[in-house]
């Protein structure tokens, strides 16, 4: 039994008449009285018998009409619901990125994104750690991350967006317009703001460390570069930092020496295998474009 078989016989039984029946449901007539036939043969009982140039149920198919109705009324139902699903589904998107993006490039993002498709998507974002993202990307919550690189996830893909290179970060201040910085081995004599422990950037700085044998005075940590960047410019110590735009907004000064050669990547990450709607898979697509027109610094 199928949902077609039940509309022709709904419209047979509604008209009277196999041909009118045909007609209203753009079939042949004997097709649709083939659909019914079937029908009949599945049941073991006639549904309909002749009534002059029409037809009419008989007892068998009088007492099936109220399900024929009940389920075609529920398949209806369940097509506007799933059809109200799918405009959410590919109307919305969920987007997670680190602190680091939050100060200019993701709302250009989603400026220049809403601008260029002329679609009102609805987009949901949250600010986290990249391993925060990883997790919500894995669970569901995200649809897209804008983050650090992650531990490797075989679940998830990561491709790179931008580099941002790393800096000495040092308070904008007479104490320390003439600090001496030529080796990283000059960095322990100060305090040090680091990032927190459990952030991709703390493993990466510290693993620079290490190769030199050497261990940083921490006396803070922190969650991103805004807050290292607050810390520093009350003098409470330097840093080394990912560079990026937000930077400019606080009395802090950016120095590279020589020996700094490294940086860090931002990569776009989503889920490999879960099914993506039409406003994640334009915004994947956009993202690469819209980096290469604004990239941070």
């Not at 073991?44 to 009088?62: A, C, D, I, M, Y």
């Not at 939050?102 to 994104?113: D, E, S």
């Amino acid at each position: 039994m199928t949902l077609e078989q039940l509309r022709y016989f709904q419209a047979a039984a509604r008209l009277q008449h196999m041909g009118k029946a045909a007609l209203q449901e753009n079939i042949s007539q004997p097709s649709l009285s083939i659909a019914i036939k079937k029908l009949e043969t599945e049941f073991g009982v006639p549904v309909f018998k002749p009534n002059g140039r029409g037809v009419e149920l008989t007892s068998q198919g009088k007492a099936f009409l109220p399900y024929a109705d009940s389920i075609l009324l529920q398949a209806q139902q369940a097509k506007k619901q799933m059809n109200a699903c799918a405009d959410s589904f590919n109307g919305e998107i969920r987007v997670a990125y680190t602190a680091s993006m939050a100060y200019g490039y993701i709302p250009r993002l989603f400026k220049n994104f809403l601008s260029q498709t002329g679609k009102a998507y609805v987009i949901y974002s949250d600010e986290m750690p990249s391993d925060d993202i990883a997790a919500g990307l894995k669970s569901g919550r995200f649809d897209l991350g804008i983050c650090s690189k992650i531990k490797p996830e075989p679940e998830l893909i990561q491709i790179p967006l931008l580099y941002q290179p790393l800096v000495v970060l040092l308070p904008d201040t007479k104490a320390f317009a003439q600090c001496s910085l030529d080796r990283l081995e000059d960095l322990c004599a100060y305090p040090f703001v680091s990032y927190r422990k459990d952030y991709p950037m703390y493993r990466q700085i510290s693993a620079l460390f290490q190769r030199e044998g050497l261990t940083p005075a921490i006396t803070h940590f922190a969650y991103s570069e805004d807050a290292i960047a607050r810390l520093v410019e009350q003098e409470l110590g330097i840093s080394i930092v990912a560079q990026t735009e937000s930077l400019s907004q606080y009395r802090v000064r950016t120095i590279r020496p020589n020996w700094l050669k490294e940086g860090r990547h931002i990569y776009l990450t989503f889920h490999r295998l879960r099914v993506q709607g039409e406003g994640v898979k334009k915004m994947k697509d956009f993202l690469k474009i819209f980096t290469e027109q604004f990239p941070t610094p």
